[in-house]
Nanobody, 115 residues
């Protein structure tokens, strides 16, 4: 089982990034996919979740209107489009796959928002 995130980097405030997470080793379409983030000294927090078929999406309140989660089950990939980025969005971003029995995590990708 692997979840490999990519797309992180350094961006100026107000900028955008698109994160990708490619899954392998399990049946992607049978798992709810989520993005989490963790800043230094803080607990990991949920960013957004998308259901197995993509019909149900939820966001943390602070990300609503700025972040968009999506998935492509044909490509075993989940995305996080991040717009209007703020310095407080700086964190390591992780993707997660979850079903009734298992939860899998990626290794994370660093996003730094700074001028």
């Amino acid at each position: 089982v692997r979840l490999v995130e990519s797309g992180g980097g350094l961006v100026q405030p107000g900028g955008s990034l698109r994160l990708s997470c490619v899954a392998s080793g399990f049946t992607f379409s049978r798992y709810t996919m989520s993005w989490y983030r963790q800043s230094p000294g803080k607990e990991r927090e949920l960013v957004a979740t998308v259901s197995r078929a993509g019909g149900t999406i939820n966001y943390a309140d602070s990300m609503k209107g700025r972040f968009t989660i999506s998935r492509d089950n044909a490509k075993d990939t989940v995305y996080l489009q991040m717009d209007s980025l703020k310095p407080e969005d700086t964190a390591v971003y992780y993707c997660s796959a979850r079903n009734d029995l298992y939860t899998y995590w990626g290794q994370g990708t660093q996003v730094t928002v700074s001028s």
